[in-house]
């Protein structure tokens, strides 16, 4: 046998090496292509699946859209009455199918006995809820009390818990109360919601315009707190306490207690300030005969002027209003006070032509609810004014406003009691002043008083602020101390207290000292220079508590004299610089 040569046999082996790595090359190639393709098609089948499963929602949603198209629509209906199963009926009334339970709806402007689905609960529903009926007329929801309808105003609360209630027009109605609202006490003059429906009344609301007229409170002042007035008090004590305290011996003395109280004055010396006293002392004085752990006392306190509407006979409504509350409040034996305030402004003269004569049938009905026919038991009125002389005469007559109590500006011993209220040793003093007195508070504060009062009742050019001429000629002098009040008082001494805490903000120096008192009572007697009307002086000074005379001219004079505490024209201080 011929042998190849071993060179060849290499070149044919390399040779195919070479082609089965060209074959391998090629199948890799195919395989990674194949590979690319297959996750090229997971891709795809992934979002074909996500399609899939968006169409089948949309397919459900569109099925379960055609399934509500086809049912019946739900029907509203208000609850009238719940009658549960088991009720007994009555012979020869009533078939036995009534010991079902069922519910008297409104629907469609008609009553009707309906059933209830077994699926609900019957104690859930109440009066004056909202249901809902299928097709068959079955109640299958509950939705509630709806919570809209008309307003309407209680005129009166029936024994049996129904009400008669005034809507629009002045039209009465009886109505029912629904089991919620008659859990809380319905008073007169309250304003609820009436479904016009059902004939129900579902809620009671909170109306701005009788709360801002009338605010039922126990007021915090007390006859300690109002200095400048011991007699006046007293007055008041004898004329409201006494009768309250002992009925027995009034009784026995065949008296009976005031129905009403006038306080006139001038203004800011503390007429509304002794009628939240009477009020609080009241409370004290029911609170000791009985075991109620709080004093219960009524203030009812008038914003006069905001009675005033502009409809015919709004105005005498709310007095109405006023005195039904003041008479329910009462009915427990709870002392209740009605106080009017600037009662000059409701009650004028009648025919006196200064306004728009409203006050023709206010006054009659103002007299009407005192001294009518129904019983005033309880209630005390008491009225403020700095122009009595205003207020029709019936009003003020004995029977009526049986006592009159002036409540005269302070002279200097009283002004010293309202500078103790508001100057205490509680107060910061200063240490200077602190110690001058040896570091007693309590003199340091009396000094400090003594000195102001020194200052402002001196009759003093200084303290010269308007001259007064009457129509028979004569004139006459007012100073500063012929206009102080328990508010100016108050006022002279917050300023001096912002001027300690000016000083020691802009010095370091901490307390009040006499200097601030002094520069208080100057700026209070410059703010005051203008504010005299000099167009109509006789009607200002009634206002401001001059009486007597007619008074035609008044002259200022305060800014003729530049008040003590304050750089003259020439750039000199004053004395009390």
């Not at 079902?100 to 004056?128: E, M, N, Q, Y």
């Not at 007390?222 to 309250?244: N, W």
């Not at 109280?261 to 609080?280: E, F, N, R, S, W």
């Not at 004079?557 to 610089?577: L, R």
């Amino acid at each position: 046998m011929e042998q190849q040569p071993v060179g060849a046999e290499s070149e044919r082996t390399q040779a195919a090496v070479a082609a089965a790595e060209r074959e391998a090359n090629i199948q890799r190639e195919k395989a990674r292509s194949l590979d690319r393709q297959l996750a090229a098609a997971a891709s795809n089948n992934q979002r074909l699946a996500g399609v899939l499963e968006r169409t089948r929602e949309e397919i459900a949603t569109l099925r379960a859209g055609l399934d509500r198209d086809g049912e019946t629509p739900f029907s509203f209906a208000t609850v009238v009455a719940v009658h549960p199963a088991g009720s007994t009926p009555t012979d020869h009334q009533a078939i036995a199918a009534v010991k079902l339970t069922s519910v008297d709806v409104i629907h469609a402007g008609r009553k009707v006995r309906v059933s209830l689905s077994p699926l609900l609960d019957v104690s859930r529903l109440a009066p004056g809820h909202e249901v809902l009926l299928n097709e068959a007329l079955v109640v299958v929801a509950s939705l509630g009390l709806e919570g809209t309808g008309e307003i309407v105003t209680v005129k009166e609360v029936l024994d049996d818990g129904r009400i008669v209630a005034i809507g629009r027009g002045d039209d009465q109605r009886v109505v029912r109360l629904t089991p919620s609202l008659a859990a809380h006490a319905v008073r007169v003059g309250d304003a609820v919601v009436l479904d016009a429906k059902s004939g129900l009344a579902v809620e009671r609301v909170q109306l701005t315009e009788m709360q801002s007229l009338v605010l039922e409170e126990v007021p915090e002042i007390s006859y300690a707190d109002i200095g400048g007035l011991g007699p006046q008090i007293e007055q008041i004590r004898d004329a409201v306490e006494l009768p309250f305290a002992h009925q027995d011996l009034y009784a026995e003395h065949g008296l009976t207690a005031p129905k009403g109280i006038l306080l006139y004055g001038p203004p800011g010396c503390g007429k509304t300030l002794i009628a939240k006293a009477v009020a609080h002392s009241l409370a004290e004085r029911a609170a000791e005969g009985s075991s109620a752990a709080t004093p219960r006392s009524y203030f009812l306190n008038i914003k006069g002027p905001e009675l005033l509407d502009k409809y015919v006979g709004e105005t005498e409504r709310h007095i109405r209003l006023i005195f039904a509350r003041a008479r329910e409040k009462a009915a427990t034996g709870d002392p209740v006070v009605v106080f009017f305030d600037e009662m000059d402004a409701l009650f004028r003269t009648r025919g006196s032509g200064v306004s728009s004569d409203v006050e023709t049938t206010i006054v009659p009905q103002l007299l009407t609810e005192i001294d009518g026919v129904e019983q005033l038991d309880n209630v005390i009125v008491i009225g403020a004014s700095n122009r009595e002389d205003m207020i029709d005469p019936a009003i003020l007559r004995p029977g009526r406003l049986d006592v009159k109590i002036k409540v005269q500006r302070p002279n200097r011993s009283g002004a010293a009691e309202i500078f103790a209220k508001y100057l205490t040793t509680n107060v910061p003093l200063h240490a200077t002043e602190l110690a001058d007195h040896a570091g007693d508070a309590a003199a340091c504060v009396r000094h400090l008083i003594e000195v102001t009062l020194e200052r402002m009742y001196a009759q003093s050019p200084e303290n010269e602020f308007l001259e007064l001429t009457f129509a028979s000629g004569e004139r006459s002098m007012l100073y500063f101390r012929d206009f102080a009040s328990g508010a100016v008082i108050r006022n002279i001494v917050d300023r001096a207290k912002k001027a300690a805490i000016k000083d020691l903000l802009t010095s370091g120096e901490r307390g009040v000292r006499a200097h601030h008192l002094l520069r208080a009572v100057a700026d209070e007697f410059r703010e005051h220079e203008d504010l005299p009307n000099t167009s109509n002086p006789d009607d200002w000074a009634r206002i401001t508590g001059q009486r007597g005379e007619r008074v035609t001219h008044l002259r200022p004079v305060a800014h003729e004299h530049p008040p003590a505490g304050t750089m003259g024209p020439d750039g000199a201080a004053g004395a009390a610089s």
